[in-house]
């Protein structure tokens, strides 16, 4: 069992902004709703902040009370409007082929619901071994733990968050909304420039054995 965990650890990575730069689609996404509603939506300001929930910013544009409707019309739009517009980050398919090369198994844990978090990896022909969306920072560690997940990876402090409830090592990219300072504030155990870096890290890391933090 010992042996196994070390030459194939499961690696969990976070979606957007992490593996895939999804602000064209969600833009576009966002431009139809808003289009469709009658309702003013900064789709600029949107993409500036991803990671959270839905929900989270649909508060910013829609009272409470509309706030379910308007996430499940956005949701049908999704495939749409957001799929195809959407682009791998550079180095994402090769950061989860170098864990699935070692023998390990590369999760995908995300915020974003999980059937389109799925047309995402099928449109860019990634193949992960697992995705699991609809969790949201220390809700993601729960996953991340079911799976056995001794990392994870991701651009958001809420990431570092759910790392840390999975007890797994926290590798950050300064990818998203958060910077590097940022990321590393909140805990993060690595902080790479993007995933083109993670196969060379990624060849020297060993399981259980944590940098130290300042």
């Not at 956005?74 to 980050?89: C, F, Q, V």
């Not at 180095?91 to 590369?106: D, K, L, M, N, Y």
């Not at 995908?108 to 389109?116: F, I, L, R, S």
């Given at each position: ?44 300001l ?27 019309l ?16 550079p ?16 999760i ?9 978090a ?20 220390e ?38 909304p ?12 690595v ?24």
């Open positions: 069992m010992a042996s196994a965990s070390i030459t194939a650890p499961t690696v969990g990575f976070d979606l957007d902004m992490t593996l895939i730069d999804s602000r064209p689609g969600i833009h576009a996404c966002w431009v139809e709703l808003s289009e469709r509603t009658g309702t003013y939506v900064d789709a600029d949107v993409v500036t902040r991803l990671g959270p929930p839905l929900e989270e910013e649909m508060a910013y544009w829609f009272p409470a009370d509309r706030i379910p409707a308007m996430s499940g956005y949701r049908e739009l999704y495939p749409s409007y957001a799929i195809t517009g959407t682009l791998a980050m180095g994402a398919r090769e950061a989860i082929g170098a864990v699935q090369a070692a023998g390990g198994r590369a995908v844990v995300t915020a974003k619901w999980e059937p389109n799925k047309l995402h990896m099928e449109h860019l022909g990634m193949e992960p071994d697992a995705v699991v969306g609809n969790l949201w920072a809700q993601k560690g729960e996953a991340l733990r079911e799976h056995g997940a001794s990392v994870y990876v991701g651009d958001h402090t809420g990431d570092v968050r759910g790392a840390r409830i999975a007890e797994a090592l926290s590798v950050a990219v300064p990818t998203g958060c910077t590097a300072e940022e990321l590393s504030e909140a805990g993060a155990d902080v790479l420039g993007d995933l083109t870096e993670f196969p060379g890290w990624f060849s020297d890391y060993r399981p259980g054995c944590l940098p130290a933090r300042a």
